[in-house]
């Protein structure tokens, strides 16, 4: 199971911000298999990390990056500056926020190959254009559970590999019932989701605790 740091480490204590290089480079630190980050796209045609659409009622679509950096009060950092980065087999899933950020995104992911991605967005076929455009993984996000699964499958763009729920909607018959994917939970809070091959987490030293005691326990041998 890969757990992944929602937005970075610590700054849901307070002592970082959110999806800044600080926050990432904790969470490696921490011994996290990798991050879940946010993009937007700016009015000067940069990649921000930033979950909220807007500032003070300013959509970040229409705010230049030094502005969005002024009305933060801190530094937002750009895509480029997390891939220069990164460690080669630390993970990186990059949510796409809006519709517009997908050429863009494109192009930098592009330019910087031999990194551990996996796209994700709640709109699909913008997922599925990068990872075709850069030839990585991606996954669809789910914040609703199928009622009928042939339909749901029909819907999914071609070569989805990764499917990416809250974890309120999840539960373990849909591994099974489609296992022709990966699944990933968020969400999940302090609990240990069963059968899943990722966790996206604000809690990871749970999670990287629960990994550590199942790979121990995988590992135990019983001789007779």
């Known amino acids: 199971m890969v757990v992944l740091a929602h937005r970075g480490a610590g700054w849901h ?34 990649l921000v990390l930033y979950h909220g659409k807007s500032i ?59 990194k551990r991605y996996l796209v994700t967005s709640f709109w699909h076929s913008a997922a599925a254009h990068v990872a075709k455009v850069c030839d990585i993984e991606y996954g669809v996000l789910m914040s609703c559970r199928p009622i009928f699964i042939k339909p749901f499958l029909q819907l999914l763009p071609v070569h989805t590999n990764h499917i990416v729920w809250d974890y309120n909607v999840y539960d373990y018959e849909l591994t099974s019932t489609l296992a022709n994917f990966q699944h990933i939970v968020y969400n999940a809070g302090d609990e240990e989701p069963e059968k899943v091959d990722g966790v996206i987490s604000d809690n990871i030293d749970i999670h990287l605790n629960q990994k550590r005691t199942y790979k121990r326990y995988r590992s135990k041998k019983v001789y007779k």
């Open 13 to 46: 204590e307070g002592k970082l911000r959110e999806n800044t290089l600080d926050a990432f480079k904790l969470a490696h630190k921490m011994k996290a298999d990798g991050i879940e980050t946010d993009i937007r796209i700016t009015k000067d045609n940069k």
């Open 56 to 114: 003070d009622g300013r959509a970040i679509e229409d705010m230049k990056h030094n502005e969005i950096c002024d009305a933060a009060g801190y530094k937002v950092t750009l895509l480029e500056e997390l891939l220069n980065w990164a460690p080669k087999k630390f993970m990186l899933n990059i949510e796409i926020k809006h519709k517009n950020a997908i050429c863009k995104a494109a192009e930098v992911i592009k330019a910087f190959k031999g």
